[in-house]
Structure formats: structure tokens, C-alpha cells
């Protein structure tokens, strides 16, 4: 129903930049929230960045201050601006999406955890020192 397709992983130094984009398509009128994760070799999967439907945005602390997150509703594409990038960055960066309505799986102090419903097959992003 709705698939998403990154791109614009790269082999880049430290302190070097990226953008990355997610293309949105099928019933985009399902998608509610997005966000990107990554996963490291033989770590898991965290969430990096999240973006609300009313443009509300949060970021894990150790991204916080380098990336930004962002969509363009109009072209269907969320993007990452990726700045000051580091080797700890390396990893499998996925696009997600929230289903239109969302699911409510968990509860934190934050109010409720919303089912992540879609996803993209990753892009590789590789920080070199």
C-alpha cells in the first residue's frame, strides 16, 4: 500500500555532510508520522530522527545539533540533512512511516508509542576517520 525508497548514502570522511531522501508512494494519504533509523554492525536498530504530521520534530541525543529532519508533503519525500558526521554515524539508515491511523503499541512518559508500519529497504552510509 505505501512504499518508501531512500537514497543518497555515501562513503564520506569525518566532518563531512549528506542528505538523505525517502520517496513516498502508493496511498501516501495513509502516512501519518515518519522518521529514520540505522543500525550498526551488531547493534540495534535506533531511531534517529521522527517527524510528526503537524511538523513536530525530536532527534536522539547523539544526533542532536548535527542532523535535521524534514518533509516536503507536496513530493511525497522526507529527507535527513546529515552535518559534522562522525564514524559512530556509520550504519543501515531506513525510512519509516506511522499508518494513518496509527497503532498505539506502548506507553512511555511521553504519552503513547505509535506502531512504525512502513518501511524503506536502507541506504548505507559509511563515515571514514
Known amino acids: 500500500q505505501v512504499h518508501l525508497a531512500e537514497s543518497g548514502g555515501a562513503l564520506v570522511q569525518a566532518g563531512g555532510s549528506l542528505r538523505l531522501s525517502c520517496a513516498a508512494s502508493?496511498?501516501?494519504?495513509?502516512?501519518?508520522?515518519m522518521g529514520w533509523f540505522r543500525q550498526a554492525p551488531g547493534k540495534e536498530r535506533e531511531l534517529v530522527a521522527r517527524i510528526g504530521s503537524g511538523g513536530y520534530t525530536g532527534y536522539a541525543d547523539s544526533v542532536q545539533g548535527r542532523f535535521t529532519i524534514s518533509r516536503d508533503n507536496g513530493k511525497n519525500t522526507l529527507y535527513l540533512q546529515m552535518n559534522s558526521l562522525k564514524p559512530e554515524d556509520t550504519g543501515m539508515y531506513y525510512c519509516?512511516?506511522?499508518?494513518?491511523?496509527?497503532?498505539?503499541?506502548?506507553?512511555?512518559?511521553?504519552?503513547?508509542?505509535?506502531?512504525?508500519?512502513?518501511w524503506g529497504h536502507g541506504t548505507q552510509v559509511t563515515v571514514s576517520s
Open positions: 502508493g496511498s501516501t494519504f495513509a502516512i501519518n508520522g
Open positions: 519509516a512511516a506511522q499508518a494513518n491511523p496509527s497503532t498505539i503499541i506502548d506507553y512511555d512518559d511521553d504519552g503513547p508509542v505509535y506502531q512504525w508500519d512502513y
